[in-house]
C-alpha cells in the first residue's frame, strides 16, 4: 500500500515557475514508476510525465517537453514536478501517482495522491 501527497501548487503569472513535491508512504516506494497527471476543468485527466523507479528514464507530454521536469529522491521517498516558463493552460489540479509500469494511461496506475491545484495567470 502506498499514500501519495502532493503539495507546492499555487497561483503563478505566466512564464514562472513552480516545483511540485509527492511524498509517499511504505516501504517500497522505490520499486514503484512514478507518474503526474493533470485535470483542467471540464477536461480529462492527461498525462504530463513519468519517471522510472530509479530515476534513470522519464518520459513527459509533448505539451510540457523542455518545460517540465520529473526527479526522483528516493531516500525521501519524494517526486518532484518542476515546472519552468508555464502558460495559463498549465492550469489545472495536478496529481501524482504510483504504478508498475512508466505508462501514460491513468487507469494504469494503482495509488493517486489527492491533487494540488495549479494556477497559471495571464
Known amino acids: 500500500q502506498v499514500q501519495l501527497v502532493e503539495s507546492g501548487g499555487g497561483l503563478v503569472q505566466a512564464g514562472g515557475s513552480l516545483r511540485l513535491s509527492c511524498v509517499a508512504s511504505?516501504?517500497?516506494?522505490?520499486?514503484?514508476?512514478m507518474g503526474w497527471f493533470r485535470q483542467a476543468p471540464g477536461k480529462e485527466r492527461e498525462f504530463v510525465g513519468a519517471?522510472?523507479?530509479?530515476?534513470?528514464?522519464?518520459r513527459y507530454a509533448d505539451s510540457v517537453k523542455g518545460r517540465f521536469t520529473i526527479s526522483r529522491d528516493n531516500a525521501k521517498k519524494t517526486v518532484y514536478l518542476e515546472m519552468n516558463s508555464l502558460k495559463p493552460e498549465d492550469t489545472a489540479v495536478y496529481y501524482c501517482a504510483a504504478g508498475s509500469r512508466m505508462v501514460v494511461v491513468s487507469t494504469l496506475y494503482d495509488y493517486w495522491g489527492q491533487g494540488t491545484q495549479v494556477t497559471v495567470s495571464s
Open positions: 519517471i522510472s523507479w530509479s530515476g534513470r528514464s522519464t
Open positions: 511504505g516501504r517500497t516506494f522505490g520499486s514503484y514508476f
